[in-house]
């Protein structure tokens, strides 16, 4: 027969690992922001990325330039339609504006966006005009 002080920690173990699982979903749950002036903002890439549709706003990023680029990840291509992108330059100019689409995803949906950009893009914070803070792709050399 088990003890009452195995039993007691055999509850709060299996406390524990509910209390982790919660704060997992919860964490995949949390709604974060990419401002996307690309791709991303169209239905068929969202589709394909994410298995739906994003919800967004209208929103812009000041202080930085758009400049096309020749992308060279096939798999990217394939899923854009196309190897001539736009791209991001910091300038540094207020009077600079990339207009584009703030878009609400969970953390697991920023993981899948990390996935489907091209290897030579990072992911960085920028604050956007409306206030908000929010992810966004650029090549790791535009800053």
């Given at each position: 027969m088990a003890s009452f002080r195995t039993i007691a920690s055999e509850q709060l173990t299996n406390k524990t690992i509910h209390a982790s699982r919660m704060m997992m979903s919860v964490l995949e749950q949390q709604t974060e922001f990419?401002?996307?002036?690309g791709t991303l903002q169209s239905a068929?890439?969202?589709?394909?990325t994410f298995g739906r549709l994003l919800d967004g706003q209208p929103d812009a990023l000041l202080g930085y330039s758009i400049v096309m680029i020749?992308?060279?990840d096939q798999d990217f291509v394939d899923t854009s339609g196309t190897p001539h992108h736009r791209n991001l330059r910091f300038t540094g100019a207020r009077s600079d504006i990339v207009e584009g689409t703030r878009l609400s995803l969970t953390n697991?949906?920023?993981?899948?966006?990390?996935?489907?950009?091209?290897s030579n893009y990072e992911r960085i914070q920028v604050q956007l005009r409306?206030?908000?803070?929010?992810w966004v792709y650029i090549t790791r050399n535009s800053r």
């Open positions: 990419l401002f996307s002036y068929t890439v969202q589709l394909a020749e992308i060279e697991s949906e920023l993981d899948l966006a990390d996935s489907y950009e091209p409306s206030g908000a803070t929010a």
